[in-house]
Every structure is written in structure tokens, then in C-alpha cells.
């Protein structure tokens, strides 16, 4: 896949991690075995591939601009892997359990075993020139810095400072960002994020592989719960999804409001009722003229339902 994309998805998934770091239910079982197998199984075709070279010092099959691909490429998937295994830490720990963050963790710790290849590849200079390789660690250098601007906000709020590559760099990229969403006119942040990936992973030669990884990024994005996507897949924004989900607690239901202040609420069972210390204003305006005003409660009667207990 084109590093374009990966990088694309990464910004996408860390600027709608609030969407499912918010929810509330349990990750299924079923999506986390996807995403974690397809990942270990993307990860062997990239060893089989690179470890001969780590291993000998004659040419490989693959020409200069493949590899040069393979490796730009795994940085890209690189910073996937921290994006979403941080997002899936923060997840766990805000709902106070330990489901998805030990999976991801162990396909990222694999990422790190496969990133020690690729670099000993690197140092070795056998299969890569000098120009090459200088265009390949200026690509590595400028992932590791989109890396820590997508995770400055997890540095910043929960100190998950392990999975940046300079701790210190993030968390200076999450006081920006902070301080961007508490301006007067705050700057579509993530759009430029986007669009500056766009310019920096121009899409081009790829690497060929199979359709793991694709089938890894699917299992990620189904994490989601469905209630996150409108029908045209496009994802909703964070206040959006808040506002639907704040009608689903169970105590904003008309049905579990207490019966002293349904009664108040137009198009409610009891909303006709008389009750004995709330009237409908219209009833009162049909009362005589002569009749003497109705006592309102006094503070005797607070005082004789509150040595009863509750009202309702």
C-alpha cells in the first residue's frame, strides 16, 4: 500500500480518538483477533524479505528504488502502529481495563524487533547508496516528527510519552494544539495535518505486499462503533457524536424523569393530571374570580416531606 494513504489513515484515527476513547462498550473479540493477526502476518512477508539482506552482504534480488520503497513504506506503517496502539492504550484506560492495549502493544513491540533489521540494514551500506540512504533517513526523520505531532495530545493530557519518539517534541506539539481548540477562532488543525502529509508522502512507486495490511487497517477502522459514521462512511465529528450519545443515558429518558417534574413537560402521560402541590396555569385561569387565592407551600411543608423522606 502507498505510504500516502497509511500516513492519511494514521492522521485520521488520531483525530477521531477522542470518538472512541469516549465510548462506552467492549471491543470485539472477533476485530482484535483480525487486527492483530493480519499485522503479524504483514510482518513476516516484510522479514522474509529483509532479514537476507541483514544476513548477507551480496546483492539482493530487488533493485535500489524497491527497497528504497520497502523501507519508506515501513516507516510509514511504523507510525501507524504507534497512532493506533496509543489510541487503543488510552482507550483501555479510560474505561479501566485491559482488552485491546496488550494486543496492540505486542504488534507494536514486533514492529520494534523489525525496525532493528531495517536499520542494521541501513548501517551496513551493502545494498543501498549513499544517496539513497540519505533519502531514506530524511524520510524516517520527517515520519518521526509526524509521528510525535499526532501523538502530542496523548502526550500532553495522558502521558503516554513511551510511544513518541521525543517525548519533549510531542508534548510541545499538544500545548499547540491545545492552545489552537481554546482560541477565538480556532485553525482546522487535522486539515492541515492532512494536507501537509499529502505534500510529504506524494504518492508514487509502492512496495508490493499482500493484502494484510489492508486487512489489518479495516479491523482498525472497525473498532469504530457505527454510530461514529454517517451513511456516506465519511466519520462524524466528535461534538456530533457527543450530542447522540448524551440522548442515550438513561436518566435523560422522558420515561425515568421523577413524576413530580414529568408533570410539567407538554405531551407526557401525566401532563394532565392534577397534582397535589404543581397546577397547570390553565385550569388556574379557569377558576372564579371570587374564589380566595391557593395557598402556596410553605416552608412547613418542605419541612413535613423532607422528615418523610423523598417525594418521588
Not at 505510504?3 to 492522521?11: G, R
Not at 470518538?19 to 504483514?42: K, R, V
Not at 482488552?99 to 540494514?121: C, G, H, N, T, W
Request: charged share 20%; net charge neutral.
Amino acid at each position: 500500500m502507498n505510504s500516502q494513504i497509511t500516513a492519511e489513515i494514521a492522521a485520521v484515527i488520531a483525530s477521531q480518538s477522542l470518538s472512541l476513547i469516549e465510548g462506552a462498550g467492549p471491543f470485539s473479540s472477533d476485530i482484535l483477533c483480525d487486527f492483530w493477526y493480519h499485522g503479524q502476518e504483514h510482518l513476516k512477508l516484510r522479514r522474509r524479505v529483509l532479514e537476507p539482506l541483514a544476513q548477507s552482504d551480496s546483492p539482493g534480488e530487488l533493485s535500489e528504488s524497491e527497497l528504497e520503497a520497502i523501507f519508506k513504506d515501513f516507516f510509514a506503517e511504523e507510525m501507524l502502529i504507534r497512532v493506533v496502539t496509543t489510541v487503543l492504550a488510552v482507550t483501555d484506560q479510560k474505561r479501566k481495563q485491559r482488552q485491546a492495549e496488550p494486543i496492540a502493544r505486542s504488534l507494536y513491540l514486533a514492529f520494534l524487533d523489525l525496525k532493528r533489521i531495517v536499520l542494521a540494514v541501513m548501517v551496513a551500506e551493502n545494498h543501498l547508496s549513499l544517496d539513497a540512504l540519505k533519502r531514506i533517513n530524511t524520510t524516517r526523520r520527517s515520519i518521526e516528527r509526524w509521528t510525535d505531532l499526532m501523538l502530542g495530545q496523548f502526550v500532553l493530557r495522558y502521558n503516554m510519552q513511551e510511544f513518541a519518539h521525543d517525548p519533549e517534541r510531542s508534548r510541545d506539539f499538544g500545548e499547540d494544539q491545545s492552545t489552537n481548540l481554546n482560541a477565538p477562532s480556532p485553525v482546522q488543525t487535522w486539515d492541515l495535518i492532512t494536507a501537509g502529509l499529502r505534500i510529504s508522502f506524494p504518492a508514487g512507486l509502492t512496495s508490493q505486499c499482500s493484502d494484510h495490511w489492508e486487512k489489518m487497517l479495516a479491523a482498525i477502522m472497525a473498532c469504530y462503533p457505527e454510530e461514529c459514521f454517517h451513511q456516506s462512511a465519511t466519520m462524524k465529528s466528535i461534538q456530533h457524536i457527543r450530542i447522540a450519545r448524551s440522548g442515550l443515558a438513561a436518566e435523560t429518558h422522558p420515561a425515568n424523569i421523577p413524576e413530580l417534574f414529568r408533570t410539567l413537560l407538554p405531551h407526557t402521560s401525566s401532563s394532565n393530571q392534577n397534582h397535589p402541590h404543581f397546577k397547570p396555569a390553565d385550569l388556574k385561569q379557569q377558576e372564579p374570580k371570587s374564589s380566595p387565592p391557593k395557598q402556596g407551600i410553605s416552608f412547613s411543608h418542605f419541612h413535613k416531606r423532607s422528615s418523610k423522606g423523598p417525594h418521588f
